[in-house]
């Protein structure tokens, strides 16, 4: 099983939707987790930190679920520059960041 | 304050050649990790280097790839004899904590494209 799994997507949604996505894990021990946005294979950059209570910055909000080992990632109100690839982060072995393949999402007028 | 920088952005080796790819972390990160992002593929953690050490190279091909963070001057990834599977998006990131710490998050620099020809 890897480490961290998300779904691949595409996700293809309407502007002004919302949309969310899961991100599993399987190191029960991981302490820190991240959404990160990548654009066009640039480098990733970081979205925003997921804590326990879960955490809303703006459109965004994040969760974690430790009893089910996922964090989700929800976009409310999708802009067209919305459309990016969304990476989780979680911990491998040695506490390592270890990302998930990434999630494709593509906001169309 | 400037960003994680890497260099070259783009570097075009033969195969059987060298390639050096040069990381210099932001300015008081002491932490730096090497991923690979192939095409269609998600970033593979390679190595993890503080200072003058290697602190985990878990992910790094046991032959030819080599990484070293010097006392002075920017963090190396060396890959020797480069084959065409080595063309990849190589990516250096630096932390300001330790792994597992509330300071983990990463700041990616922008990356070298490899091209094996």
């Known amino acids: 099983r890897k480490e961290v799994e998300q779904d691949p997507g595409p996700f293809n949604v309407p502007e002004g939707a919302t949309v969310a996505f899961n991100c599993t894990y399987s190191?029960?021990?991981?302490?820190?987790f991240f959404w990160y946005r990548q654009d066009c294979r640039k480098e990733p950059k970081l979205l925003m930190s997921?804590?326990?209570s879960g955490n809303e910055d703006g459109r965004f909000t994040a969760q974690l679920n430790r009893a089910s080992q996922y964090i989700s990632l929800l976009i409310r109100d999708s802009k067209l520059s919305d459309s990016a690839t969304y990476l989780c982060?979680?911990?491998?072995?040695?506490?390592?960041?270890?990302f998930g393949r990434g999630t494709s999402l593509i906001v169309h007028p | 304050n400037a960003g994680v920088m890497q260099n070259p952005r783009h570097l075009v080796r033969r195969r059987g050649q060298e390639a050096r790819l040069r990381c210099s972390p932001m300015?008081?990160?002491?932490?730096v990790y090497w991923y690979r992002q192939l095409p269609e593929e998600g970033l593979k953690f390679m190595v993890y280097l503080q200072k003058e050490n290697i602190i985990d190279e878990s992910g790094m091909p046991k032959e030819r790839f080599s990484a070293e963070f010097p006392k002075e001057g920017p963090s190396i990834l060396r890959i020797q004899q480069v084959v065409r599977g080595d063309s990849a998006a190589y990516f250096c990131?630096?932390?300001?904590?330790?792994?597992?710490?509330?300071?983990?998050?990463?700041?990616f620099g922008s990356g070298t494209q490899l091209s094996v020809l």
């Open positions: 982060v979680g911990e491998g072995g040695s506490y390592i960041p270890t």
């Open positions: 300015k008081g990160h002491s932490h």
């Open positions: 997921v804590y326990s």
């Open positions: 190191n029960s021990a991981s302490q820190s």
């Open positions: 990131a630096s932390s300001p904590g330790t792994p597992g710490g509330a300071n983990e998050k990463l700041f």
